[in-house]
C-alpha cells in the first residue's frame, strides 16, 4: 500500500457513507495512524458518537466538521509579538536534529522582515559544528552573531549577547541551544543558568519566551518530547518543523490538549522562507482533509 497522506485518508473515510460502528473504529485506527494518540482518539471518537447520536446525523461526512470544532477547542495559535524598543530573548530549545538551528535562521529573516533588530546567540556550544552552522547562516543572511568557543558556557553567550543586543539597540535575541538529549536534571541545571542570566541582565518576564522544536516526522516522540522538556522548564509555546516531509500533525493537536501550548510557526522545508505563522484553520483543514492546503 503506497502512504496516504493522513488528510486524504480523512478525507476518503468521511466522504459518501452512513455512520456505524465500522465507521468508528476505521476512524479510531487513522486518529491513532496520525499521532493522536490513544486517549484522545478515544474521546474524539466518544465526542462524536454522542453527537451523532443527539443529532440523528446519520451520514459520516456531516461529521467532518464538527471534528475540525473539537480539534478546534484543543489547540491554539501563539499570537503575542515581540516587543520593538524593548530586548526579548527567544530560546529555541528541542532534542538532536529537530531543526533548532534551521528554524532560527528562519525566524531571523521573518522577524528582520517585520522590522525587528534581531541578534543570533549561538548558546549551542557543545558541539564546535554547531556553532559554525549558525554562523554561516548569518553570513548568508547578514544577521549579527555573538558566538564563543565550543566548550563555553552557554550562560556566557547569553550574557554576551545581551550586552551586545542593548548597546545595538536590538529588539530580539534568537538563542540556539544544545540539543543532545539531556536528561531531565541536566537539562534543567543548564536552562537554569541561562535563565539566572537572563534575569540578571534585566530582561523582563514577559519579554523571556521558550519555545520547543518538534519535528513533525518523529509524531508520538514529539508528545514525549514535549512533556519532559515542559516539565523541566514551562514552555510558552511549540514550533512544528519538516511538516513538508510529514504531513502528520496528530502530535501536536496531541500536545495542545495536554499541556495546552500553542504554535508558533510551522516550517515546511529546508529553504529561509520556508516557516508559516501557525494557522489555525489552514492547519486543520489540511489536517482533516477539508479543502485544498
Ligand atoms: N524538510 C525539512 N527539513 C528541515 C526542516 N527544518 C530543518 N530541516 C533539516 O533538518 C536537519 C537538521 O536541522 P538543524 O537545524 O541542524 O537541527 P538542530 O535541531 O539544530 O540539530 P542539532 O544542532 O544537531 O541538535 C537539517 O538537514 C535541516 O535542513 C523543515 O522544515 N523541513
Ligand atoms: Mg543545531
Given at each position: 500500500?503506497?502512504?496516504?497522506?493522513?488528510?486524504?485518508?480523512?478525507?476518503?473515510?468521511?466522504?459518501?457513507?452512513?455512520?456505524?460502528?465500522?465507521?468508528?473504529?476505521?476512524?479510531?485506527?487513522?486518529?491513532?495512524?496520525?499521532?493522536?494518540?490513544?486517549?484522545?482518539?478515544?474521546?474524539?471518537?466518544?465526542?462524536?458518537?454522542?453527537?451523532?447520536?443527539?443529532?440523528?446525523?446519520?451520514?459520516?461526512?456531516?461529521?467532518?466538521?464538527?471534528?475540525?470544532?473539537?480539534?478546534?477547542?484543543?489547540?491554539?495559535?501563539?499570537?503575542?509579538?515581540?516587543?520593538?524598543?524593548?530586548?526579548?530573548?527567544?530560546?529555541i530549545?528541542?532534542?538532536?536534529?529537530?531543526?533548532k538551528t534551521?528554524t532560527i535562521a528562519?525566524m531571523s529573516?521573518?522577524?528582520?522582515?517585520?522590522?525587528?533588530?534581531?541578534?543570533?546567540?549561538?548558546?549551542?556550544?557543545?558541539?564546535?559544528?554547531?556553532?559554525?552552522?549558525?554562523?554561516?547562516?548569518?553570513?548568508?543572511?547578514?544577521?549579527?552573531?555573538?558566538?564563543?568557543?565550543?566548550?563555553?558556557?552557554?550562560?556566557?553567550?547569553?550574557?554576551?549577547?545581551?550586552?551586545?543586543?542593548?548597546?545595538?539597540?536590538?529588539?530580539?535575541?534568537l538563542?540556539d541551544?544544545?540539543?543532545?538529549?539531556?536528561?531531565?536534571?541536566?537539562?534543567?541545571?543548564?536552562?537554569?543558568?541561562?535563565?539566572?542570566?537572563?534575569?540578571?541582565?534585566?530582561?523582563?518576564?514577559?519579554?523571556?519566551?521558550?519555545?520547543?522544536?518538534?519535528?513533525?516526522?518523529?509524531?508520538?516522540?514529539?508528545?514525549?518530547?514535549?512533556?519532559?522538556?515542559?516539565?523541566?522548564?514551562?514552555?510558552?509555546?511549540?514550533?512544528?518543523?519538516?511538516?513538508?516531509?510529514?504531513?502528520?500533525?496528530?502530535?501536536?493537536?496531541?500536545?495542545?490538549?495536554?499541556?495546552?501550548?500553542?504554535?508558533?510557526?510551522?516550517?515546511?522545508?529546508?529553504?529561509?522562507?520556508?516557516?508559516?505563522?501557525?494557522?489555525?484553520?489552514?492547519?486543520?483543514?489540511?489536517?482533516?482533509?477539508?479543502?485544498?492546503?
Amino acid at each position: 500500500m503506497f502512504f496516504k497522506k493522513f488528510g486524504d485518508k480523512l478525507r476518503s473515510l468521511f466522504g459518501g457513507r452512513k455512520i456505524d460502528e465500522a465507521f468508528f473504529e476505521e476512524l479510531e485506527d487513522t486518529l491513532i495512524e496520525g499521532d493522536l494518540g490513544a486517549r484522545l482518539t478515544e474521546e474524539i471518537s466518544e465526542r462524536l458518537r454522542e453527537i451523532a447520536r443527539k443529532e440523528s446525523i446519520t451520514e459520516a461526512s456531516q461529521l467532518q466538521l464538527r471534528m475540525k470544532d473539537i480539534l478546534s477547542e484543543y489547540i491554539q495559535p501563539y499570537t503575542e509579538e515581540p516587543r520593538k524598543g524593548e530586548l526579548s530573548v527567544y530560546m529555541i530549545l528541542g532534542v538532536n536534529g529537530v531543526g533548532k538551528t534551521t528554524t532560527i535562521a528562519k525566524m531571523s529573516r521573518y522577524f528582520t522582515g517585520k522590522g525587528y533588530k534581531v541578534l543570533l546567540a549561538a548558546a549551542d556550544t557543545f558541539r564546535a559544528a554547531a556553532v559554525d552552522q549558525l554562523d554561516i547562516h548569518a553570513q548568508r543572511l547578514g544577521m549579527r552573531i555573538v558566538k564563543q568557543q565550543m566548550g563555553s558556557d552557554p550562560g556566557a553567550v547569553i550574557y554576551d549577547a545581551i550586552t551586545s543586543a542593548q548597546s545595538h539597540g536590538d529588539d530580539l535575541i534568537l538563542a540556539d541551544t544544545a540539543g543532545r538529549m539531556h536528561n531531565k536534571e541536566n537539562l534543567m541545571r543548564e536552562l537554569k543558568k541561562m535563565d539566572k542570566v537572563i534575569h540578571a541582565r534585566g530582561i523582563k518576564e514577559e519579554n523571556y519566551r521558550k519555545f520547543l522544536v518538534i519535528d513533525a516526522t518523529t509524531g508520538q516522540n514529539g508528545v514525549s518530547q514535549a512533556t519532559l522538556f515542559n516539565e523541566a522548564v514551562p514552555l510558552d509555546g511549540i514550533i512544528l518543523t519538516k511538516y513538508d516531509s510529514a504531513a502528520k500533525g496528530g502530535a501536536l493537536v496531541q500536545i495542545g490538549r495536554t499541556l495546552s501550548l500553542p504554535v508558533v510557526f510551522v516550517c515546511v522545508g529546508e529553504g529561509y522562507d520556508d516557516i508559516r505563522r501557525f494557522d489555525k484553520d489552514e492547519f486543520l483543514d489540511s489536517l482533516l482533509g477539508l479543502g485544498e492546503r
